[in-house]
Nanobody
Framework: QVQLVESGGGLVQAGGSLRLSCAAPGRSFSNYVVGWFRQAPGKEREFVATMSRSGTNTYYADSVKDRFTISRDNAKNTVYLQMISLKSEDTAVYYC??????????????????WGQGTQVTVSS
C-alpha cells in the first residue's frame, strides 16, 4: 500500500500560479512511475503529466504543455506540479498517482494503482 497525500490546491485568478505537492511518507518515488491527473465536474479523469522512475523523463498533456511542470524532491519523498498561466478550464480536482508499470511513463489512469485523495484547484476568470 502506498499512501499519497496531496496539498496546495486553492482558488486563483486566471493567469495566476499554484504549486501542488504529493507526498509519499516512507516511500521513494524512484520506485514508481508517477502521474498527475485531474477531473472536472461531469467529465472523465484526464491525464496531466507523468514522470519516470529516474525522474529524467517527463511527458505532458498538450493542454498543459509549457504551462505545467512536474518535478520531484527525493529527499522529501515529494512530487510537485507547478502550474503557471492558469486558465478557467484548468479548474478541477487534481490527483497524484503511482504506477507499477515497467514502462518509462504512463498516461492511462487504468495503469495507476495508488491514488491520493485529490486537491481542488479553482481558477476564476
Amino acid at each position: 500500500q502506498v499512501q499519497l497525500v496531496e496539498s496546495g490546491g486553492g482558488l486563483v485568478q486566471a493567469g495566476g500560479s499554484l504549486r501542488l505537492s504529493c507526498a509519499a511518507p516512507g516511500r521513494s518515488f524512484s520506485n514508481y512511475v508517477v502521474g498527475w491527473f485531474r477531473q472536472a465536474p461531469g467529465k472523465e479523469r484526464e491525464f496531466v503529466a507523468t514522470m519516470s522512475r529516474s525522474g529524467t523523463n517527463t511527458y505532458y498533456a498538450d493542454s498543459v504543455k509549457d504551462r505545467f511542470t512536474i518535478s520531484r524532491d527525493n529527499a522529501k519523498n515529494t512530487v510537485y506540479l507547478q502550474m503557471i498561466s492558469l486558465k478557467s478550464e484548468d479548474t478541477a480536482v487534481y490527483y497524484c498517482a503511482v504506477s507499477l508499470t515497467t514502462g518509462v511513463w504512463a498516461t492511462s489512469p487504468n495503469t495507476y494503482t495508488y491514488w491520493g485523495q485529490g486537491t481542488q484547484v479553482t481558477v476564476s476568470s
